[in-house]
């Protein structure tokens, strides 16, 4: 019996439970209360000023490749003009050229060597008919081969202008040997200023060959040719440069229907691609105006094109000449020099 007063009843055993929970509960309120309270009493601490923007700056331009030297432009050519220059009173006797040697197909002797070339050198003969010999600055003009071989000005000599004056193809060839193969030389009257003479025979044309003739053969005498010789630089006494510009023609006809000759103009020794380009219809001497004063070059290209717009192709169908310009303390002293 008295075990039994010992046990605790089940209504007693609920009790020692919710009294526990109560004291637990309390423990835990008062540890948050005491929290609370002294987060209260603490001093704030104080914020953290916002980072200062950074100062605008400038804007960065991007930064650009270097530009080539050869994509630099080119000075403009825009004030160039092309006038007609005037012609000189036909003569009332017409030069007529022929060649005496060589001969038309003439066939000369080639050394034995691995690179034949010419043996020796060869003297130019050329008959002259009908030329008014007083005439001040006449002279004829020599093409071998399309001026890439070699060209020359032989002039009158002494008080007694003649033009058989001795001239070699070694000299016209600028003392280069000519190389085996066919050779075309042509020669025609020019008045001073190197006005070319444009009636029937002022013009003389033959082939010939060192060593023996081929059956490939560049050139007939039905070719349309393209002669085109050095550009007179002219100084004026304002100051101002022109050049004039002559050619000679064979087996060609200028004119709507017919061939067209366009002449390109570039700054600089050598052809570029900025060019002024001038088409031509009439056979006669031309001005080209504008050329700069100051030390300079120009290439100046003659190009003949056929009636339906298409370049001509082939040999002596067209032809560059380079021309320097001189100083202006220099113009008195005659025309500019010519890259031959």
């Not at 390109?264 to 004063?293: C, D, H, M, V």
């Amino acid at each position: 019996m008295a075990s039994d007063a010992a046990r605790p009843t089940r209504g007693g055993w609920f009790e020692q439970q919710a009294r526990s929970v109560r004291r637990h509960t309390s423990a835990w309120f008062a540890a948050v209360a005491c929290a609370v309270w002294a987060a209260a009493c603490a001093e704030p601490t104080p914020a953290a000023a916002p980072a200062p923007s950074p100062a605008p700056t400038a804007p960065v331009a991007p930064r650009r490749a270097p530009v080539p030297p050869d994509s630099l432009p080119q000075p403009s050519l825009d004030g160039l003009t092309l006038s007609p220059a005037p012609m000189a009173s036909p003569s009332k006797k017409a030069p007529k050229l022929s060649f005496v040697a060589p001969t038309l197909d003439q066939e000369l002797p080639a050394t034995s060597s691995r690179t034949a070339v010419l043996a020796g050198d060869f003297e130019i003969k050329l008959a002259v008919k009908d030329w008014d010999r007083k005439a001040k600055g006449s002279h004829i003009h020599f093409i071998l081969d399309e001026g890439k071989t070699g060209q020359a000005t032989v002039l009158p000599a002494g008080t007694q202008p003649h033009f058989d004056a001795p001239l070699s193809l070694f000299a016209l060839s600028r003392n280069k040997p000519l190389a085996a193969g066919e050779h075309v030389l042509a020669a025609f009257a020019c008045r001073v200023g190197h006005e070319s003479i444009k009636t029937e025979g002022s013009l003389a044309v033959v082939r010939f060959w060192v060593g023996p003739k081929r059956t490939r053969q560049r050139w007939s005498p039905t070719l349309p040719m393209l002669l085109f010789y050095h550009p007179e630089v002219q100084y004026e006494a304002s100051g101002a440069a022109r050049a004039l510009i002559d050619w000679q023609l064979c087996n060609v006809t200028l004119g709507a229907g017919h061939y067209r000759l366009d002449l390109s103009i570039n700054e600089g020794a050598a052809p570029r691609n900025t060019r002024r380009t001038f088409g031509i219809t009439q056979w006669r001497p031309y001005f080209i105006e504008g050329l700069q004063k100051e030390p300079g070059a120009y290439t100046i290209t003659l190009q003949l094109v056929d009636r339906s717009g298409k370049p001509v192709l082939g040999p002596w169908s067209s032809a560059s000449q380079a021309i320097s310009m001189q100083p202006k303390e220099n113009a008195a002293s005659g025309p500019a020099s010519v890259a031959r």
